[in-house]
């Protein structure tokens, strides 16, 4: 089961971070992701840290504002976002993956319920 948390409304150019605490099963194998999904809009890959080597893997649009970490041994994984946009208004979903760095949503077996993350101008 993942569980996201920290979702919230703010204003343009503010931070604000999510977490995702996972339980029932161990993760520490699986690549983590995080995805959104805009009203109308399909859900898109945010970003992703790998559970070997803390690689991680960013969307073109959230590159240099956005950051993902893991902690294994608490089982959760974090999304810090910096600068929000209006445009990153959205649903924030937390997702697991036995495939290493996984960008397409189709790869991701294990979903949270999704976190509403709303900035406004």
């Known amino acids: 089961q993942l569980v996201e948390s920290g979702g919230g409304l703010v204003q343009v150019g503010a931070s604000l971070s999510l977490s995702c605490v996972v339980s029932g099963r161990t993760f520490s194998s699986y690549t983590m992701g995080w995805f959104r999904q805009a009203p109308g809009k399909e859900r898109e890959f945010v970003a992703a840290i790998s559970w070997k080597d803390d690689y991680t893997e960013y969307a073109e649009v959230v590159e240099g504002r956005f950051t993902i970490s893991r902690d294994n041994a608490k089982n959760t994984v974090s999304l810090r976002m910096s600068s929000l946009k209006p445009e990153d208004t959205a649903v924030y979903y937390c997702?697991?993956?036995?495939?290493?760095?996984?960008?397409?949503?189709?790869?991701?077996?294990?979903w949270g319920q999704g976190a509403q993350v709303t900035v406004t101008s």
């Open positions: 997702a697991a993956t036995p495939w290493e760095m996984e960008t397409s949503r189709t790869q991701y077996e294990f």
